[in-house]
């Protein structure tokens, strides 16, 4: 029985219409593009009967754009118009990146990075749409009309700035957006459907810039993330960079030009392609002042220098497998994503962990764009036979600040999208008419360990005593992963909105650190936020009594009072660094030596209501 169509609204089509739609591979060091023909997903070549388009964009002196393998063979000649692996600056600021070994001119306005050309200032949103744009052409050229739609694909782990941008990048080149979809969710569409797999996978996603990991249940076309992770800043490109540094130090070179470090860059990068089927591999090259190079590496040489980031990816496939509640008898399969997983210690070490040979019958350049493309094609409303539900998950906990610098989730991490939740606040402050809405991403107690994503304000708020007023907050992530957050006061329906989408994403060491952080800090987060709790009941109860005595402090003999501002003075005197306990224990003596009072001033208000009051006007 079917579970579900998935269409966009408008799009259904009529049973003898197929729309045209794709599934796009953006990918760091290659993309490509898919569709669905005659009921199989298949990848679209180009005129020379290649799948694969190299991610690099040259910008020539006459105004061409020059995008893949022609663009890829200019690199050494002319690097700093020649763009590569773009999408590890995507949705990122200038101060997020290591850019000591990129070859480009570097500038930042508005906190979007530029890099100079002889054509301009290009963005990593420009050069990804040039990109796009060409598959957008090669698609059209070969299925003979216009694109309804395209699928794209992104990390798992790109945060709600990367995916903007992605969708920026993609209606610059003129694309219609069906949807953003996860890699790894990808591949295991292709998978589940091209195989009839049934059970718990993982799909371990190692591509030029990123790695991601996702275990998925997929049975009888459901797919449900369990849970996701990664590291957006670990891929093939480090693997390069290592035996990079290695040629450098062997050699005892001194690279001071862009064109030396490119021509040495492709050489590493082919030595390790080789290394995957022969077991050594013979780097030769001249460099511009005449240096000759003749360095052989060995196989195990490769493995040595690089064992340490297949190391890395282990660690978030153990944090996913734990938060999916999985052990690794669980897992019917790993899926191997990516042509980084074609190194032979990466596939070595994964079959090492998991105890079974990866799948790999599918092309782990190809897999990510052929469910990309199944996707899309029931998102343009083509029917299928075997309709299927897709059930994605948000890779990082969403919430915001509440008083005393405290994180307050409303979306956990790894919640199915699209989703939406709310919660009610109120106010800290007798009158308060306003409420500044800090939302925020991370797994932390306290704020200033998450990343801030967005503030917006709430005004309007009808003045009453502290706690009165109800302010409902609303979550809402699509199917995208792009979150909305609106905030409304019950009691007059005054409500104010906003579309998180910040500027840049996460930085390279945020985003490897997030997860780890939040396990590793778990101890001294707790008693942070107990402590922060604390202070914000002790201020509160602070400020409550000092308003009571303000008023009625005559009810008091003078040792009374002086015993309560005593009280209050030991408690303000605990507030900037006593743990929570002590805290707490003051704020308790502090209630508990105002009790009579309380009870004196309850006595007061209530002759004051009664005052002029007849017995037969109460009846």
Known sequence: MALLQIAEPGLSAAPHQH???????????????????????????????????????????????????????????????????????????????????????????????????????????????????????????????????????????????????????????????????????????????????????????????????????????????????????????????????????????????????????????????????LPESRIQAVLSDGTSIDTIFTRAQFHALTQHLVAQTLVPVKQALKDAGISKGDIGGVIMVGGATRMLHVQQAVANFFGQTPLTNLDPDQVVALGAAMQADVLAGNKRDNDWLLLDVTPLSLGLETYGGLAEKIIPRNSTLPTARAQEFTTFKDGQTAMTIHVVQGERELVADCRSLAKFTLRGIPPMVAGAARIRVTFQIDADGLLSVSAREQTTGVQAQIEVKPSYGLDDETITRMLSDSISHAGGDAAARARAEAVVEAESLIDAVEAALELDSDLLDESSLAAIRAQIATLQSLLPEAEANPIRNATAALAAGTDDFAAKRMDRNIQRALTGQRVEDMA
């Not at 020379?48 to 000649?77: K, M, N, W």
């Not at 694109?147 to 219609?176: C, E, H």
């Open 19 to 277: 729309r045209l739609a794709v599934g796009i591979d953006l990918g760091t060091t290659n993309s490509l593009v898919a569709t669905v023909k005659s009921g199989q997903a298949a990848c679209l070549p180009d005129e020379e009967g290649r799948f694969l388009l190299p991610s690099v964009v040259r910008y020539g002196a006459d105004g061409q754009i020059i995008t893949g393998r022609a663009a890829l063979q200019s690199q050494t000649a002319d690097p700093a118009n020649t763009v590569s692996s773009a999408k590890r600056l995507i949705g990122r600021k200038l101060e997020d990146i290591d850019t000591s070994h990129l070859p480009y001119r570097f500038g930042q306005s508005d906190q979007l990075i530029d890099l100079h050309t002889r054509q301009g200032a290009k963005t990593p949103i420009d050069v990804s749409a040039d990109i796009l744009r060409s598959l957008k052409a090669r698609a059209e050229q070969s299925l003979g009309g216009e694109l309804v739609g395209a699928v794209i694909t992104v990390p798992a782990y790109f945060d709600d700035a990367q995916r903007q941008a992605t969708k920026d990048a993609a209606r610059l080149a003129g694309l219609n957006v069906l949807r953003l979809l996860n890699e790894p969710t990808a591949a295991a569409i292709a998978y589940g459907l091209d195989n009839a797999a049934e059970g718990i996978f993982v799909v371990y996603d190692l591509g030029g810039g990123t790695f991601d990991v996702s275990v998925l249940q997929l049975s009888k076309g459901l797919f449900e993330v369990k849970a996701t992770g990664g590291n957006s800043a670990l891929g093939g490109d480090d693997f390069d960079h290592r035996m990079l540094c290695h040629l450098i130090e062997v050699n005892r070179l001194s690279i001071t030009n862009a064109q030396d470090s490119r021509l040495l860059l492709s050489l590493v990068r082919r030595a390790k392609e080789e290394l995957s089927r």
